[in-house]
T-cell receptor
Framework: GAGVSQSPSNKVTEKGKDVELRCDPISGHTALYWYRQSLGQGLEFLIYFQGNSAPDKSGLPSDRFSAERTGGSVSTLTIQRTQQEDSAVYLC?????????????FGPGTRLTVL | GNSVTQMEGPVTLSEEAFLTINCTYTATGYPSLFWYVQYPGEGLQLLLKATKADDKGSNKGFEATYRKETTSFHLEKGSVQVSDSAVYFCALTLESNTGKLIFGQGTTLQVKP
């Protein structure tokens, strides 16, 4: 079946603009995670959804970052007033449940460049 | 806090050489342990996992054993191929932690023919 998809694959924006990143998880997966991969910080957790609710937002780096999930499926990560330090690859992953033993399946990522 | 430490790369090997990438962890409770791999130009994919002490995960000739006494999960392969060139990430999850992955910094492996 289809894997996790993300769009856009690349996004170049100017400092101060808002951006929206989209994730389509594997159908039927209840858990959805956002991570960020950057040269200086490695792979960092951002936020976790179970269904449409986000019980763990502890990784969001500032209040400029927000995310939502609708219909227990698609998720959007929004970054307001982008800064150069937001440049990174944003990865989405989904798993069938939120069990710690579950495999997370990753999308190809969105590469964000803030000029 | 909970963390994962991997050996620094890059690791450069000749084809058919033996590979070890060290991974140790610090965790409160009983983590599940994972190795993910990122091939050039591709997304992260699970290589193998182990969910309790003394379990051995294996896939594509790679193996790793969950060692609780040494808090380690070292990745090994007996004979690497050029196609194994990639970045390898060790990671853990905790039952108490919403299942989020905590990653090591990644180790780049380059295999030369």
């Amino acid at each position: 079946g289809a894997g996790v998809s993300q769009s856009p694959s690349n996004k170049v924006t100017e400092k101060g603009k808002d951006v929206e990143l989209r994730c389509d998880p594997i159908s039927g997966h209840t858990a959805l995670y956002w991570y960020r991969q950057s040269l200086g910080q490695g792979l960092e957790f951002l936020i976790y959804f179970q269904g449409n609710s986000a019980p763990d937002k502890s990784g969001l780096p500032s209040d400029r970052f927000s995310a939502e999930r609708t219909g227990g499926s698609v998720s959007t990560l929004t970054i307001q007033r982008t800064q150069q330090e937001d440049s990174a690859v944003y990865l989405c992953a989904s798993s069938l449940y939120k069990l710690s033993t579950d495999t997370q399946y990753f999308g190809p990522g969105t590469r964000l460049t803030v000029l | 806090g909970n963390s994962v430490t991997q050996m620094e790369g890059p690791v450069t090997l000749s084809e058919e050489a033996f590979l070890t990438i060290n991974c140790t962890y610090t965790a409160t409770g009983y983590p599940s342990l994972f190795w993910y791999v990122q091939y050039p130009g591709e997304g992260l994919q699970l290589l193998l996992k182990a969910t309790k002490a003394d379990d051995k995960g294996s896939n594509k000739g790679f193996e790793a054993t969950y060692r609780k006494e040494t808090t380690s999960f070292h990745l090994e392969k007996g004979s690497v191929q050029v196609s194994d060139s990639a970045v390898y990430f060790c990671a853990l999850t905790l039952e108490s932690n919403t299942g989020k992955l905590i990653f090591g910094q990644g180790t780049t492996l380059q295999v030369k023919p």
